[in-house]
Nanobody, 115 residues
Framework: QVQLVESGGGLVQPGGSLRLSCAASGSFFSLYAMGWYRQAPGKQRELVARISSGGITNYADSVKGRFTISRDNAKKTVYLQMNSLKPEDTAVYYC?????????WGQGTQVTVSS
């Protein structure tokens, strides 16, 4: 059973930056697409960014130009660099793996953008 452990969340002022990390257990990390999702209170979970096994990236329109997803296959870790953060980025951020038997999720990490 794969485990995904997120870290790096916290409280940051508007305009600030955070880098989220997601460390994966298990084998064949490089074969799977990985993603970051977020869920704000009272809202549905939404895709923030995705990176394919080949390194192709996709972003939600709301974060394009501010967030960057990357992966280090040797470390079995995916990152989300978040710059120019806004209060509307406040949410629980979840790591996702598109596995062969469905999606795997981490426990989430809280990101709060507030002055």
């Amino acid at each position: 059973q794969v485990q995904l452990v997120e870290s790096g969340g916290g409280l940051v002022q508007p305009g600030g930056s955070l880098r989220l990390s997601c460390a994966a257990s298990g084998s064949f990390f490089s074969l799977y697409a990985m993603g970051w999702y977020r869920q704000a209170p009272g809202k549905q979970r939404e895709l923030v960014a995705r990176i394919s096994s080949g390194g192709i990236t996709n972003y939600a329109d709301s974060v394009k130009g501010r967030f960057t997803i990357s992966r280090d296959n040797a470390k079995k870790t995916v990152y989300l660099q978040m710059n120019s953060l806004k209060p509307e980025d406040t949410a629980v951020y979840y790591c996702n793996r598109e596995g062969p038997r469905g999606n795997n999720w981490g426990q989430g990490t809280q990101v709060t953008v507030s002055s």
